[in-house]
């Protein structure tokens, strides 16, 4: 398989992360290279964030990384992502929720969800669904969520995507400007909230009608 040797490279780089074997199974499946433009292949397996064009980014394979753990994804689940970008982190969370398992991924630039959209179908996830919206709204057609992975950062956390995730589910959320924070937010049976500050983080910011364009109060 092409760019093997390569993903073997990155999977043991991202060790040093305490990655779970799960989570690095799947990066060591997902041919990176296929979800950057032609100009960045060569750069594809590096630990590292890439321009995907129209001020975006496709982000760090770490990071992707981190964030699957933290979402703890399991077999079958109903996943919502919002900033499908590449398409390379539905495609990681494709490979460990497995074919039962369905994605949703949300993209606000058209051109991009026409990329993401092409990437996912080329590297073969056809249980990952691009939807080219405003993702700060949710998607309330395929609601609630068993997961939501936010990958761009919110001013604060938008109220859709807390009504939308399922009791006992789990949502991971950049929020803040400069200074930007990860989030785990959980939702217990019964609806209540608990949020986790998992430290210091870059991401673009989330714009959007519950994204930087409104007034947060604080
Ligand atoms: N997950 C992506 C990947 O694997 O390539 C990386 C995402 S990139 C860091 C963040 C993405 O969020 C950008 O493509 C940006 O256009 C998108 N975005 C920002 N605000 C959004 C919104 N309200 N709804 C949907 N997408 C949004």
């Known amino acids: 398989m092409e760019y093997e040797r390569e993903r073997k ?8 992360y305490n990655i779970s074997e799960r989570t690095l199974n799947a990066i060591k499946k997902v041919p990176r290279h296929l979800f ?19 001020a ?15 979402l703890d994804l399991q077999e079958g ?8 970008g590449s398409g390379y982190n ?27 959209q092409e990437n996912v179908k080329k590297a073969g996830y056809s249980n990952v669904e691009i939807i ?15 997961r939501i992975c ?19 589910g789990t949502m991971i959320l950049p929020e803040g400007k400069r200074y930007q924070r990860l989030y785990i937010i ?8 608990t949020k986790e500050d998992r430290g210091g983080v870059i991401f673009v910011p989330l714009v959007g009608d519950h994204g930087f364009n409104m007034f947060c109060g604080n």
């Open 9 to 16: 490279k990155l999977v043991n780089a991202l060790r040093e």
């Open 36 to 54: 950057v433009p032609s100009v960045q292949i060569a750069n594809a397996y590096v630990d590292h964030p890439l321009p995907i064009g129209y």
């Open 56 to 70: 975006q980014t496709i982000s760090a394979p770490h990071m992707v990384a981190m964030m699957c753990d933290l």
């Open 77 to 84: 689940q109903k996943i919502l992502e919002v900033g499908a």
């Open 90 to 116: 539905a495609a990681v969370m494709s490979e460990i929720i497995g074919t039962k398992g369905r994605i949703y991924s949300i993209e606000r630039l058209e051109k991009l969800s026409v990329f993401a």
């Open 132 to 146: 080219n919206a405003d993702g700060s709204l949710g998607y309330p057609e395929h609601a609630p969520y068993d």
């Open 150 to 168: 936010v990958t761009a950062s919110a001013p604060c956390t938008p109220q859709p995507l807390v009504e939308q995730l399922k009791p006992e």
């Open 186 to 193: 959980k939702k217990d049976i019964e609806g209540n909230i």
